[in-house]
């Protein structure tokens, strides 16, 4: 089996989509080979498919992501996708995608190398923003939970945190007495304000440390309006490089939240499976 490919860096969350039609059930097989280091390696993989006019970002465990949201709109302009709306230098771009309801809105701004754009994302609002803890043997670990369409991030302070991984345990081990598509837990460094995003995807079976998490950050940046009653705007560095995001207010309630970072198209073509 052989299918088109294009593989897209948005601040190093390195993302594979696949062009072709690929049936669902097919999904998750097909990923954790195009995930392997011995195939075109990556950290997630989407199947783009078309519904009721529109194209739609079908993510491997049916998750919502918005790296690969906003990268799939730089593709669009990179590949000349037709009848997108030109707004003086930006393009909008209008998709939609697994993980949640509606459509997406994204804005491209082109750069000076034809493989690179500025992708700016409108992410879904939350349906909840609340603190909660978790019990690290004698050790209480204090979380803001966002529950966005798609996806659950729990943001936790990283010098709270003793064990990584058997914390990963105890919050997977809540998360499933649940529903859910994909969690995951962000470590933020509040002095230094770097974010590190561990990912895991309940479909694939897939745990990754990413180098930059759009979601991720979209829920910090909730999770901030949230901790100060105000509105706030951040450049956020991750592993992979920075990403803008800016939470606005309107009667003490998330009223909207912009994400905005690069995206390159790294390489398409012909993969063999």
Same mark, same amino acid.
């Given at each position: ?77 990179? @590949? ?6 030109? /707004? &003086? ?6 998709? %939609? +995608? #697994? ?112 180098? @930059? ?6 829920? /910090? &940046? ?6 100060? %009653? +105000? #509105? ?42």
């Amino acid at each position: 089996m052989k299918v088109r490919y294009v593989k897209v860096n948005p601040v190093e969350n390195m993302t594979i989509f696949v062009l072709d039609p690929v049936p669902r059930k097919f999904h998750m097989e097909i990923s954790n080979k195009l995930m392997n280091y011995n195939n075109i390696h990556g950290e997630q993989v989407g199947f783009i498919e078309k519904e009721e006019g529109f194209i739609k970002l079908q993510m491997m465990g049916g998750e919502f992501c918005g790296n690969a949201s906003r990268s799939l709109a730089a593709f669009m302009v990179y @590949s000349r996708y037709p009848n997108l709306r030109k /707004l &003086g230098n930006k393009y909008e771009v209008t998709l %939609k +995608t #697994s993980g949640i309801e509606g459509l997406i809105t994204c804005k491209v701004t082109p750069t000076e190398k034809e493989n690179v754009f500025f992708s700016e994302i409108d992410m879904p609002l939350p349906i909840s923003v609340k603190e909660c803890c978790f019990k690290e043997d004698d050790n209480m670990v204090n979380s803001i939970r966002v529950n966005l369409p798609g996806i659950t991030h729990f943001i936790v302070d990283i010098h709270e945190v003793k064990n990584k991984d058997e914390f990963f345990k105890i919050v997977k081990k809540k998360m499933d007495k649940e529903e859910y598509h994909a969690f995951g837990i962000m470590y933020y460094d509040r002095k230094n304000n770097f974010l590190t995003p561990l990912v895991y995807v309940k479909g694939t079976d897939s745990l990754y440390w990413e180098r @930059s998490c759009a979601s991720g950050t979209a829920s /910090l &940046g909730a999770a901030l309006a949230y901790e100060n %009653k +105000t #509105s706030i705007s951040k450049n956020i560095q991750q592993p992979g490089g920075k990403l803008e995001v800016s939470a606005y207010l309107k009667s003490n309630d998330i009223d909207s939240i912009k994400l905005n970072g690069l995206v390159e198209i790294v390489s398409e073509g012909i993969v063999y499976l």
